[in-house]
């Protein structure tokens, strides 16, 4: 079966008279646990609990070609949350992490801030560098993250996973701009694929997730035990919230996608836009090589404008965009990067998600934003 209908089909419960077609979440902390523990069972709501299980379960066929056995998952309570657990369940002191330099600054933040004191070397590499084996040496974990956000750098993961394979380093990818649709991590050799579920994969401004898939059993047990015993938990009701929402996630996927494309080729062509990247893109360096690697080029796309004047005029000009620091929703959103610092982007760059509008209206609506600039 193709995608749409796996995910599709993958959030039903078993056909039986009078019961709800989707279960509804299950709110607990505490099971009935009689006797000696059986770890099969579950016993308290921090380890395991039946919604989280039922959308593992789900989120685990997205992360794999169809036919192929489940990849296993846990979900977190928020997109970092999953990203500081492959931090902590394979990282120790005196280890190496090659970082991919354009990466999420909270993932650098969380590395430079909580492992570096505690006798982790962080080391920074662009993404091309990162197909190298000599940039990967002495590595423990090679951190990559494609596209990159904000600058939508693209590594090329079958490469960067064999280098790293000889360099005898583990590969986590964080797959959050693109989502499990867009492209699957796992499927190109990484250990470990990590999304922010907070944006695409939900979808809808509502709901802070995270998620971890490995297809190695023994680091998805170290990856269960940071949840359990760092208890960053999803809640029973985010997590229903998003099993419910990823039905429509191929749906969305390829109109955000669609309509990214288009916006992106009518900024390329005018006058008052520079360098505008989308993996989609021609023009983009690395095209071919997401071409190679992704199914959909996802919402996300950067471009620059004159300086901040001009990037905040055409914030303030446009009526369909909303001002916001996030990404993949319905609708469509952008926001000065430069405004947050930590991120190597000129003052007129602006990263923009676009959302599920009419694109013809999102054009003629940037077309009048930039003509007031
Ligand atoms: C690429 C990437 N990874 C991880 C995160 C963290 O996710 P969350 O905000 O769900 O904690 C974000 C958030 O913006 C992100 O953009």
């Not at 066929?61 to 657990?85: I, K, N, Q, T, Y």
């Not at 997730?209 to 990856?223: I, N, P, S, T």
């Amino acid at each position: 079966m193709r995608d749409a209908t796996r995910v599709v089909r993958s959030g039903l419960t078993k056909a039986a008279t009078g019961r709800a077609l989707h279960e509804g979440p299950v709110f607990v902390s505490t099971f009935h646990t009689l006797g000696e523990p059986d770890e099969t069972k579950y016993s308290y709501g921090r380890s395991h609990q039946p919604t989280w299980t039922e959308l593992e379960r789900a989120i685990g066929e997205m992360e794999v070609d169809a036919g192929h056995e489940p990849a296993g998952v846990r979900v977190f309570g928020s997109g970092l949350a999953a990203v500081a657990s492959v931090f902590s369940a394979v990282v120790r002191p005196g280890d190496t992490v090659v970082v991919q330099q354009g990466c999420y600054f909270g993932a650098r933040q969380l590395l430079k801030e909580m492992f570096v004191p505690q006798g982790v070397t962080l080391r920074m590499e662009a993404a091309q560098d990162l197909v190298r084996v000599e940039s990967l040496q002495q590595a423990r974990l090679v951190w990559v993250e494609t596209p990159a956000n904000p600058g939508m750098e693209i590594a090329d993961v079958r490469a960067v996973v064999t280098a790293a394979k000889q360099a005898g380093a583990l590969v986590a990818v964080d797959n959050t701009t693109a989502t499990p649709l867009g492209q699957r991590p796992l499927e190109l050799g990484a250990d470990f694929s990590v999304c922010s579920d907070s944006k695409a994969m939900n979808g809808h401004s509502d709901v802070l997730l995270g998620h971890v898939a490995c297809k190695d059993e023994e680091l998805l047990r170290k990856v269960d035990l940071v949840r359990t015993l760092g208890g960053a938990i999803a809640g029973p009701m985010e997590a229903w919230l998003l099993q419910r929402s990823l039905p429509t996630l191929p749906l969305r996927l390829e109109r955000m996608s669609a309509s990214a494309l288009a916006v992106a080729e009518f900024l390329s062509g005018r006058p008052e836009v520079k360098n505008v990247l989308y993996p989609g893109l021609r023009t983009h360096a690395d095209h071919s090589v997401a071409a190679e690697q992704m199914q959909h080029f996802g919402p996300v796309l950067g471009f620059t404008l004159r300086d901040q004047g001009a990037a905040e005029a055409f914030l303030r000009n446009a009526e369909l965009v909303t001002d916001a620091t996030s990404f993949g929703g319905t609708t469509t959103m952008a926001e000065r990067r430069g405004r947050w610092g930590g991120d190597a982007v000129p003052e007129g760059f602006i990263r923009m998600s676009v959302g599920l509008e009419d694109v013809r209206d999102l054009i003629e609506d940037f077309g009048r934003a930039l003509d007031g600039i």
